[in-house]
């Protein structure tokens, strides 16, 4: 176990896991813009390119998420607002535990974070049904409705 662990600590950056032979790459956080669902590609190696099958194992957020057709780590239930965290512990930090396996019986686990990043919302049009205010008006004066 102390040599496995010496190798895992070279790593170090992206903290890859290695259980087996399958390594899943994609970096331990993933920061996603409020409002989107994608949550980008997971990445995973397979040193004998063999088909390999990517799921949301578990984690305390892990039933909001799925993995598409296309590799993608995306939310399946919610659309997240940073305004509004749905996350077990409301931090905006959503935690899963990813696996990959092969039909080698070959599989590695990774605990991601999605952390929701908050996004500046630029106000719609206002129509006012009066647009100005008399000289020396209270504060609170109604200007439109």
Not at 24 to 33: E, F, G, K
Request: aromatic share 6%.
């Amino acid at each position: 176990m102390a040599v496995l662990h010496k190798v895992l600590s070279k790593f170090n950056a992206s903290s890859v896991i290695r259980v087996g032979i399958l390594l899943i790459t994609t970096s331990n956080l993933i920061l996603v813009n409020e409002g989107e669902v994608d949550c980008g590609l997971i990445e995973v190696e397979d040193p004998n390119n063999l088909p390999t099958e990517l799921e949301v194992w578990s984690g305390v957020d892990g039933q909001l998420f799925d993995i598409d057709e296309f590799g993608h780590l995306i939310f399946t239930s919610i659309t997240p607002d940073y305004d509004g965290p749905l996350d077990a512990d409301e931090d905006n930090d959503y935690k899963v535990i990813l696996k990959v396996s092969n039909n080698n019986n070959r599989y590695s686990f990774k605990s991601v974070t999605v952390r929701i990043q908050n996004v500046s919302e630029i106000p719609g049009t206002i129509l006012l049904s009066d647009n100005t205010v008399n000289e020396n008006e209270s504060i609170g004066t109604e200007i439109g409705t």
